[in-house]
């Protein structure tokens, strides 16, 4: 079956530094897509980065990259240069074959200054 | 452009009435789904819209559960004979075609007294 595995319920990080969120996902379809998802106080699903199983290279977008192991089946968010606008909820998802997106439990993240 | 757009975005209904919440997807997006984001379950998929294709209704919890899709660009999802763990986030997002990135709208906040 196909999972998505968020194992860090929480997450501090000091404004200005780096922080990684950890991603693991289960599927036995060769073909699929990984997403990153932000999910601020107000609710909305802002999207962040996206990296295809294919693809050879890691997916960067700013002061995101998706750190993409193949072998290891993990796909962990690396943030670059925190911001306290950054403090939210974070899910990692999977599209599927049927085009549907299998999501994490999330992790939420905080900022301080 | 504008986003997705989901209206209301807060509705308050008592336990068996039936209630209709209304997604607008990004102009010229052909597929649109919905989500559910509740404390227990997480975000879980509910149905998908591809053009004019059969809608995949796998996700739909109970037959209580309906949406429909108009002339193939706003969409509304039913809940008839509401209860109370139908309270919940649910979330549309849509997609320029299958397998290309979902954006999200702000949600529809469900409660159920």
């Known amino acids: 079956a196909q999972k998505i595995t968020q194992t860090q319920p929480g997450m501090f990080v000091q404004e200005k530094e780096a922080v990684t969120l950890d991603c693991t996902y289960d599927?036995?379809?060769?073909?699929?897509?990984l997403f990153w998802y932000k999910q601020p106080s107000s609710g909305e699903m802002i999207f962040l980065i996206y990296?295809?199983?294919?693809?050879?290279q890691n997916a960067t977008e700013g002061r995101y990259s998706l750190n993409f192991q193949k072998a290891r089946k993990s796909a962990n968010l690396v943030i670059s240069a925190s911001q306290l606008g950054d403090s939210a909820m974070y899910f990692c998802a999977m599209r599927d074959f049927t085009d549907k997106l299998i999501f994490g439990t999330g992790t939420r993240l905080q900022v301080f200054p | 452009g504008a986003g997705v757009s989901q209206s209301p975005s807060n509705k308050v209904t008592e336990k068996g009435k039936d209630v209709e919440l209304r997604c607008d997807p990004i102009s010229g997006h052909t597929a649109l789904y919905w989500y559910r984001q509740s404390l227990g379950q997480g975000l879980e998929f509910l149905i998908y819209?591809?053009?004019?294709?059969?809608?995949?209704k796998s996700g739909l919890p109970s037959d209580r559960f309906s949406a429909e899709r108009t002339g193939g660009s706003v969409s509304t999802l039913t809940i008839q004979r509401t209860q109370q763990e139908d309270s919940a986030v649910y979330l549309c997002a849509s997609s320029s075609q299958i397998r290309e990135t979902q954006y999200f709208g702000p949600g529809t906040r469900l409660l159920v007294l």
């Open positions: 819209f591809q053009g004019n294709s059969a809608p995949d």
């Open positions: 599927t036995s379809d060769p073909s699929y897509g």
């Open positions: 990296q295809g199983s294919y693809d050879q």
